[in-house]
Every structure is written in C-alpha cells, then in structure tokens.
C-alpha cells in the first residue's frame, strides 16, 4: 500500500507532498521522504558507484527501513519523485509504471500556463489524478 507520494524540485524544494494514511504521520512522512533527498543525490553524484546508468530515470529503492520502502524517479529537469509503501514486496516493473504514470500526470499539471515553475503544486485536478494512480498501484500487474 503506498503511504506517500511527492515531488521535490531540483533545489530539494518540496513541490507536493500527500499522504494516504488514516493515521497522523505525515510529519515522519515528510521526513522520510526528505531523508531519501540524500540517497537521490548520492546516486545521481556517484552513477559509477550506485551502478545507475545515466540515462536511467527510475533510481529503484533508496531507503528501505521497517516500516517502509522508497522508491525514487528522477525527471530530465532534475525533478524527483518519491514513494513511501508499506508493501515489502514491490516488484520494480510496478514501481515503474507507476512513476509513468505519475510523470504524465506531473507534466499535465506544470503544463498549466497558470502553473507558476518552481512553486507548488496546488491543483486539485492534479491530487485527483495522483490519488487514482495510487488506487489502482500494483493492479495492472496481477491481472
């Protein structure tokens, strides 16, 4: 099940950030998220290192910790994508598609012309979208 998503600018600015958890976490939420800024970096500084191919946009999991793992995108334009699940089993095509899918629906709303660059993400157009492709996370694939 994912717990969070989130979109931070190339200056580590969060540019949306949303929970779908009942519970009131989103402050170690956000903290997880911000923590894995650091291994995104790291990998993105060190491809040789972390095995990434450069023009690879999918980083895979970042930070897996007991309750959670991370899974991280990043876009042409520096922009990064975060999941948090609670699923300890997450095959990396889903996580893939998943990250398509939200990238379209990304594009889609700083496509905007009243999107202003740089800012956050406030449509509500945009959260719908986001909150469908979380809904339907791993269904495709077990069909």
Known sequence: ?????????????????????????????????HCSLDVVDERVNNPKKSGLIINETFLGLLNPTENYKVYGYLTNTKVKFILVTTDLEVRDADARVFFGRFHTAYVNAVSNPFHIPGKKITSRKFAERVSTIVKSFGLSSSS
């Open 1 to 33: 099940m994912i717990v969070c998503v989130a979109v931070v600018g190339h200056q580590n600015n969060p540019l949306y950030i949303q929970s779908f958890t009942k519970a009131d976490d989103s402050l170690k939420l956000h903290h997880i998220v």
